[in-house]
């Protein structure tokens, strides 16, 4: 090696999937003035990195940013700890960091290193990461409120628990520790539940990378190939985008359709049976869950079809009520209502509709929410409820809506006809100022559509 390798320079806008969208600078600042404004002076907020996971022996697996510490910093490296010290003159963001190292950076890639954190990350001040111990202490020295989120990292809370108590055992010496522990997530991931204009732009972007892959495994699709083919699908289009999957793929043919968290994704896929196929990528921390269920030889039996009009319904049934002023059960109340008359229809059911609504008897086969919040997680942050009451849909919101119905061969009254159908069709979403925009709808849904792409494969 000659010399030292240069600094991790600033990400540019091709890490998003080469669309000229990338998250500035002025973004991740505004994020800590905000947050700072809320904590108020006399506070201090404590955010580490994910730490490093091995998956055996010296094997790591990929490393991804802890969502909350990437939310306020964009750094992305490991070994680091975010400081916000409000209204402290030498500097409110303070960062620790990995220090360069030539030798490590052969073998483990370019590190920003304290000089770089200030530079290309808006840091107002860093030191190297071990020495954190020598500093912290003073940073929280005289503050009134600790805001750290306790429990994500068990190491890192002893560490936090330590530096306090040091400090209490030198307050004869005037060195007066913090009276008060905050949680942060309850502040932070208020914040992280409404989306600005860019992390927008950069979900639009994870939506339409996912809508390619389901409409590539849509053209892919025929008897004889197996699940995991199918999911090699997914991964080349995810991948040649430079977008990764948000979670594992879900690929389910058969029976397997009706397993909710199916992984095997190993199994042959056979002529008539349906094809349940729930995956997303991310693009820059920011996620798209999109599932499509297509039938494995082109086209759906009549019985199939009977069951997926019916989740198709309650799909638009649950769109239709995600608005700003309606509170986030009510799309969920819209699918129970159009699968529960479904599942009467088809003869699965028996009784009156308020009665089976009230009695939860369609939870036999659509035991599940119909949407979750989407965002830097998969299962994104934010509260569902404020105290008893549900929360009220805002613009800048955005949730998946999934409703499903699941009819196992196994279940008690399902005929021989109807059996192996397992369907759940998901769209991701965005609240708006006036209703609703659907971020997936380039996906195909309808049957016909579905049907009509298959055979142009």
Same mark, same amino acid.
């Given at each position: ?33 905000? *947050? ?36 306020? +910093? ?12 409000? #209204? ?6 303070? !960062? ?19 000089? #770089? ?31 750290? +989120? ?33 949680? *942060? ?14 992390? !927008? ?14 409409? &590539? ?8 190939? +197996? ?6 699908? !997914? ?12 979670? %594992? ?11 909710? %968290? ?5 199994? =042959?896929? /056979? ?55 309606? %509170? ?27 009665? !089976? ?5 369609? &939870? ?14 998969? %299962?994104?942050?934010?509260?569902? /409820?404020? #105290? ?7 613009? #800048?919101?955005?949730? +998946? ?13 399902? =005929? ?42």
């Amino acid at each position: 090696m000659h010399g030292a390798l240069s600094p991790r320079p600033p990400r540019d806008c091709t890490d998003a999937a080469g669309t000229g969208i990338d998250m500035t600078r002025d973004e991740f600042a505004r994020r800590r003035r905000q *947050l700072m404004r809320q904590m108020g002076r006399d506070s201090i907020a404590i955010l580490p990195a994910a730490p490093v996971r091995h998956r055996n022996n010296d094997v790591e697996y990929a490393y991804r940013q802890d969502s909350d510490f990437h939310y306020l +910093t964009g750094f992305g490296e490991p070994e680091a700890v975010a400081v916000l010290v409000p #209204g402290r003159e030498q500097a409110e963001y303070v !960062l620790f960091v990995r220090e360069r190292d030539p030798a490590r950076e052969t073998w483990d890639g370019r590190r920003a290193g304290p000089a #770089g954190a200030v530079r290309d990350h808006g840091a107002d001040d860093a030191f190297p990461i071990s020495d954190l111990d020598d500093i912290l202490p003073g940073l929280l020295e005289n503050r009134e409120r600790v805001y750290y +989120t306790m429990g994500a990292y068990a190491d890192f809370d002893q560490r936090v628990v330590g530096w306090v108590n040091g400090l209490r055992t030198q307050a004869r010496n005037g060195r007066h520790p913090p009276q008060e522990f905050v949680a *942060l997530d309850h502040i932070l991931h208020d914040m992280r539940l409404f989306k600005s204009r860019r992390e !927008l732009e950069l979900m639009r972007i994870a939506a339409r990378i996912g809508v390619q892959a389901h409409q &590539r495994v849509m053209r892919f699709c025929r008897p004889g190939l +197996t699940e995991y083919q199918v999911m090699a699908e !997914l991964l080349h289009e995810f991948r040649s985008h430079n977008a990764d999957i948000s979670y %594992h793929p879900i690929v389910g043919g058969g029976a397997n359709s009706c397993i909710l %968290h199916y992984r095997d994704n190993d199994q =042959p896929l /056979r002529s008539g049976d349906l094809l349940l196929v729930d995956a997303g990528c991310e693009v820059q921390c920011y996620a798209s869950d999109i599932t499509r269920t297509i039938p494995v030889s082109g086209r759906f039996s009549a019985e199939q079809r009977a069951v997926y009009d019916i989740v198709l319904e309650a799909n638009q049934a649950a769109i239709a009520a995600v608005r700003p002023g309606n %509170h986030w059960n009510q799309p969920h109340e819209a699918a129970v209502r159009v699968i529960t008359q479904g599942l009467v229809r088809l003869g699965l059911l028996k009784g009156r509709l308020p009665a !089976l609504i009230r009695d939860g008897a369609y &939870r036999r086969f659509f035991m599940h929410r119909t949407g979750h919040w989407l965002g830097m997680d998969v %299962h994104d942050v934010g509260d569902y /409820r404020i #105290g008893e009451e549900w929360r009220v849909l805002e613009p #800048g919101m955005v949730l +998946t809506v999934e409703p499903g119905i699941y009819l196992p061969a196994g279940a008690r009254g399902v =005929p021989r006809r109807l059996r192996n159908i397992g369907i759940r069709i998901e769209d991701d979403v965005v609240v708006t100022r006036t209703g609703a925009q659907v971020l997936t709808a380039r996906a195909p849904k309808d049957p016909d559509q579905i049907e009509a792409l298959m055979a142009r494969s």
